[in-house]
């Protein structure tokens, strides 16, 4: 059973004698007389609290246990309870999440995870001898969120890592309400502060003003005369839509959009300066208006030739062939500028899958269709992926080796083939249709001698 806190003056010892008409007396759980006053405020907590640092076994969702350990805590007003970040070792940031204390093993060390999470019908006890390729251990850990410890980073890459986790450590908006869906954030994003430390934001799918309260929200939804994001409709097919907009032009949509996708992107550094970037905005239209599926953001000069600075897809919308689309229509894009582009580093896990997915697709079906002699630039040229781009997904694929010197595609029918049977390699189920794209590249000004 809880404690009861009383977080009050004692007017009684004070020697406030008016008090003593107000007070009631009771027992406690000890049978002893109690005083207490009805008026003061009373907070339940669920004592003892649990230390930031500490690691516990931590069960998850799914009812597996990790060990995991407590980066925050804070107390729910609502339920009267303590609250605890945790972060689950080796696993990457995006599975953090806020958990009571009932979901804690307080009887049981870190080291007994193994034995909780072992299927017994499986437990030979015998390790097995087969080992995995460097290329395996990488999809691996992609498909199954493992995060690179320091050691394993140059230390450049591990102080910017260190210090960007201690920027964004804790998330504190746990879900927003965007439509119809109610969204389980993945990361920190910087809200302002009156609006970072709420629980819940009430986010309008249409102007992306967020709001704290449901009933301010509700009002919005009646009042808002939004029924599709700014700029210009550069595509259209069937329910599915994209606008062109400036952030020079629109700059509080496009900051609000930075924002929304900060919560889903753990590396992202772009929230307020959007003036030097184009915004690509996918919706699905129905009678109701435009409604937001996902964006790709560009610079409009990249110095590093990237054809996508940002890129994200809504989580309910993900897993529908929406990623690749606007992987798709980037490299559309960059074909009409005659450009070759790459997306800005670093991409997230889901990012890395969804690339080198589409990479290989495309690599692949032209291999299997062309005839005679093809060049690293020839496919590049073709496609509008960069040559570095190209040699790491052949390799990833085993169609490439280093010989004398250069890079040399090695590829057999039979081989494109197997790979295509793949349902990692198979056709994306949107593609984009260039007969329907409106979109001419931005004249260029020249820049004056000096």
Not at 229 to 239: A, L, M
Not at 365 to 374: C, K, N, P, V
Not at 385 to 403: G, R
């Amino acid at each position: 059973m809880a404690d009861v806190v009383v977080s009050s003056r004692c007017e009684r010892l004070n020697g406030n004698e008016n008090s003593m008409k107000t007070d009631e007396k009771c027992m406690n759980s000890l049978g002893e007389s109690v005083t207490i006053n009805p008026n003061v405020s009373i907070m339940f907590t669920d004592d003892p609290v649990l230390e930031i640092g500490d690691h516990y076994l931590v069960r998850r969702s799914d009812e597996t246990w990790l060990p995991a350990e407590i980066i925050q805590m804070r107390l729910n007003d609502q339920e009267g309870l303590h609250e605890y970040y945790v972060h689950y070792d080796g696993y990457n940031r995006r599975l953090d999440e806020w958990v009571s204390k009932d979901r804690f093993d307080l009887t049981e060390t870190v080291k007994g995870v193994e034995q909780k999470n072992r299927d017994p019908q499986n437990d030979s006890g015998e390790k097995p001898d087969r080992k995995i390729t460097r290329n395996q251990k990488r999809k691996h850990d992609e498909i199954n969120h493992i995060q690179k410890t320091y050691a394993e980073m140059d230390p450049t890459t591990a102080a910017l890592e260190k210090e960007h986790e201690a920027i964004t450590k804790v998330k504190y908006v746990d879900k927003i309400q965007v439509g119809k869906y109610e969204i389980d954030a993945w990361y920190f994003s910087p809200f302002p502060d009156e609006y970072g430390r709420q629980p819940k934001l009430f986010i309008c799918e249409y102007c992306l003003k967020y709001m704290r309260l449901e009933k301010t929200y509700r009002y919005h939804q009646g009042e808002c005369t939004w029924r599709q994001p700014p700029g210009k409709e550069i595509y259209r097919k069937g329910t599915l839509s994209v606008y062109e907009a400036d952030g020079k032009d629109h700059k509080v949509y496009c900051q609000n959009l930075c924002l929304l996708a900060k919560l889903f992107l753990d590396h992202k550094t772009l929230y307020f300066d959007v003036e030097p970037f184009m915004f690509y905005v996918l919706c699905e239209v129905d009678k109701h208006g435009a409604h937001l599926v996902g964006y790709f953001s560009k610079e409009k000069e990249s110095p590093d030739g990237n054809n996508v600075a940002c890129i994200l897809t809504l989580p309910p919308y993900q897993r529908k062939g929406y990623g690749k689309f606007l992987i798709a229509f980037s490299y559309e894009l960059s074909k009409i500028d005659g450009m070759v582009g790459s997306p800005e580093k670093p991409l997230s896990d889901l990012g890395k899958l969804s690339y080198r997915s589409y990479w290989s697709y495309v690599l692949l079906e032209i291999l299997r269709d062309f005839r005679g002699t093809l060049s690293i630039k020839d496919l590049s040229q073709m496609t509008s992926i960069t040559q570095t781009d190209i040699v790491t997904t052949l390799q990833s694929l085993n169609l490439v080796k280093y010989w004398k010197g250069q890079h040399v595609i090695c590829v057999t029918p039979k081989l494109v083939e197997e790979h295509l049977k793949s349902a990692q390699y198979k056709r994306p189920r949107l593609t984009v249709d260039t007969s329907c794209l409106r979109w001419a590249p931005p004249r260029k000004i020249p820049k004056a001698k000096k």
